[in-house]
């Protein structure tokens, strides 16, 4: 299971720093990430990262978001900086198949 925390409230120009956690197995895998899902669309990708470190970003979120992984203690965490109220969305950690349950992330304009 993946366990994601750290959404909330906050103003524009804001941050959060969202983390996941998981078992092992989940960890053994190369690619894990954070999606997000505006309200009535599908979930889209925001950050990617390699178990090697390699990331890749939406372009919507470049130079404000940094996600990263520590295969170690099993987290892979979404440090949000300079939010925008677009950004409000609920956003999930994924790796090897598994979804965490999405942490909503609210901006006020």
């Known amino acids: 299971q993946l366990q994601a925390s750290g959404g909330g409230l906050v103003q524009a120009g804001g941050s959060l720093r969202l983390s996941c956690a998981g078992s092992?197995?989940?960890?053994?895998?190369?690619?894990m990430g954070w999606y997000r899902r505006f309200p009535g669309k599908q979930r889209e990708p925001v950050a990617l990262?390699?178990?090697?470190?390699?990331?890749n970003y939406a372009d919507s979120v470049k130079g404000r978001f940094t996600i990263s992984r520590d295969n170690s203690k099993n987290t892979v965490d979404l440090q949000m900086n300079n939010l925008k109220p677009e950004d409000t969305a609920v956003y999930y950690c994924?790796?090897?198949?598994?979804w965490g349950k999405g942490t909503q992330v609210t901006v006020s304009s």
């Open positions: 990262i390699t178990r090697g470190g390699t990331t």
């Open positions: 092992g197995s989940i960890f053994d895998t190369n690619v």
């Open positions: 994924y790796a090897k198949a598994t």
